[in-house]
């Protein structure tokens, strides 16, 4: 199976910056399309972004403009640069990952997620 871990997440000011990582383990996978989503409190989880193998990106509106998402094959990580944070981006962020296994065919995969608060 696969394993997702986020990092990167903390405290931040308003228009402030950070940049979340998660990294993929395990044996016998490969990953396909990734993804971040994002959960507040009271509120249902929320698509961020995503990005297929072949690098198409897709951003929800409130994000565009500020978040950037990329991926390192190589290093089977996904990130998540956010600019200039606003006070409504706070929430769980978690990693997303669809993988094909080499045994049992295609699964989706979740990371436990990464608190990002943006407060002065």
């Known amino acids: 199976q696969v394993q997702l871990v986020e990092s990167g997440g903390g405290l931040v000011q308003p228009g402030g910056s950070l940049r979340l990582s998660c990294a993929a383990s395990?044996?016998?996978?490969?990953?396909?399309?990734m993804g971040w989503y994002r959960q507040a409190p009271g509120k249902q989880r929320e698509l961020v972004a995503t990005?297929?193998?072949?690098?198409?990106?897709m951003y929800a509106d409130s994000v565009k403009a500020r978040f950037t998402i990329s991926r390192s094959d190589t290093k089977n990580t996904v990130y998540l640069q956010m600019n200039t944070l606003k006070p409504e981006d706070t929430a769980v962020y978690y990693c997303n990952a669809d993988a094909t296994m080499e045994t049992s065919g295609g699964a989706t995969y979740w990371g436990q997620g990464t608190q990002v608060t943006v407060s002065s």
């Open positions: 990005i297929t193998r072949g690098g198409n990106t």
């Open positions: 395990g044996t016998g996978f490969r990953l396909n399309g």
